[in-house]
T-cell receptor, first 116, second 117 residues
Framework: EAGVAQSPRYKIIEKRQSVAFWCNPI?????LYWYQQILGQGPKLLIQ????????DSQLPKDRFSAERLKGVDSTLKIQPAKLEDSAVYLC??????????????FGQGTRLTVV | AQKVTQAQTEISVVEKEDVTLDCVYE???????LFWYKQPPSGELVFLIR??????QNEISGRYSWNFQKSTSSFNFTITASQVVDSAVYFC??????????????FGTGTQLKVEL
């Protein structure tokens, strides 16, 4: 079974520029998450999708961050314009609902963003 | 609000030593799930174990063991006879049901484990 795929692995941009990250979850996984992990900290949830609907985006800075999950499969996360404090690893994760709500989530390798 | 505390920021041990990683959690839910994930230098979070709040039986998997104590809100992780390959950041996480369905994981700040020869 293929894992969660993310691209790019690394990205360096200047502040005020835009950037987009892509995630392809494990096939059949209805739930998809985007987490932000700042160096030295634990991952923090940005947004959660169930199929193509948003379940929780309470911690997403909506003035600059946006995310979509068209057709309930792939997802993109965009930052526009980027700030220095957005430098972090952005992790995508997916989870199957077939065995209930509290199964483990599977994570991709993340995209390391550096804003200079 | 739910909270997960991993007080140990970094632990260094010599190979073959046993090491315990601490995790303390706070929740108002009566039903909840706890997880441990490993994050090697490659960056991917690797699932290790899931435990629900009604199951306080300790679990052993090879060199790994977990001690869940509801009375102290702790879910500690022990690696026996540590190896260099165990070097990674380990995260404890707590599941939380969100309005609208589904749930999310709240992570601790992680413990960096370094196993040296």
């Amino acid at each position: 079974e293929a894992g969660v795929a993310q691209s790019p692995r690394y990205k360096i941009i200047e502040k005020r520029q835009s950037v987009a990250f892509w995630c392809n979850p494990i096939s059949g996984h209805a739930t998809l998450y985007w987490y932000q992990q700042i160096l030295g900290q634990g991952p923090k949830l940005l947004i959660q999708f169930q199929n193509n609907g948003v379940v929780d985006d309470s911690q997403l800075p909506k003035d600059r961050f946006s995310a979509e999950r068209l057709k309930g499969v792939d997802s993109t996360l965009k930052i526009q314009p980027a700030k220095l404090e957005d430098s972090a690893v952005y992790l995508c994760a997916s989870r199957s609902l077939r065995r209930g709500l509290n199964t483990e989530a599977f994570f991709g390798q993340g995209t390391r963003l550096t804003v200079v | 609000a739910q909270k997960v505390t991993q007080a140990q920021t970094e632990i260094s041990v010599v190979e073959k030593e046993d090491v315990t990683l601490d995790c303390v959690y706070e929740t108002r839910d009566t039903t909840y799930y706890l997880f441990w994930y490993k994050q090697p230098p490659s960056g991917e979070l690797v699932f290790l174990i899931r435990r629900n709040s009604f199951d306080e039986q300790n679990e052993i998997s090879g060199r790994y063991s977990w001690n869940f104590q509801k009375s102290t809100s702790s879910f500690n992780f022990t690696i026996t006879a540590s190896q260099v390959v165990d070097s990674a950041v380990y995260f404890c996480a707590l599941s939380e049901v969100v309005t609208g369905g589904g749930n999310k994981l709240t992570f601790g700040t992680g413990t960096q484990l370094k196993v040296e020869l």
